[in-house]
């Protein structure tokens, strides 16, 4: 059983950066891609990014592509979303998720562990 734990996040204003990190225990970490998602109030959770086992090949949601990167640790278990140039409409609470797969993936159904979920809130 993976577990998935979150941590960053909070409020920053507009134009301002954060970064998540999301720790995965209880499963071989580098087996697996891992996912970023987020979901706004009143919306359907929404894909922000990917990354593959390997931490060569990362996919981003048309929303973030240019300012928020992902990037993984494999010896530290961990996945990383930098995100830069922060909006209001980035506001939502973030959730990271791991794979089935060792390959990317857009679709949440394709990821089985999901993290707890951190807010993130940008002012404007």
């Known amino acids: 059983q993976v577990q998935l734990v979150q941590s960053g996040g909070g409020l920053v204003q507009a134009g301002g950066s954060l970064r998540l990190s999301c720790v995965a225990s209880?499963?071989?970490?580098?087996?697996?891609?891992m996912g970023w998602f987020r979901q706004a109030p009143g919306k359907e959770r929404e894909f922000v990014g990917t990354?593959?086992?390997?931490?060569?090949?990362?996919v981003y949601g048309d929303s973030v592509k240019g300012r928020f990167t992902i990037s993984r640790d494999n010896d530290k278990n961990t996945v990383y979303l930098q995100m830069n140039s922060l909006k209001p409409e980035d506001t939502a609470v973030y959730y990271c998720?791991?794979?089935?797969?060792?390959?990317?993936?857009?679709?949440?159904?394709?990821?089985?562990?999901w993290g707890q979920g951190t807010q993130v809130t940008v002012s404007s």
């Open positions: 998720a791991a794979s089935q797969y060792e390959t990317t993936s857009l679709s949440p159904i394709l990821y089985k562990y």
């Open positions: 209880g499963g071989t970490f580098s087996r697996y891609a």
């Open positions: 990354i593959d086992w390997s931490g060569g090949t990362a």
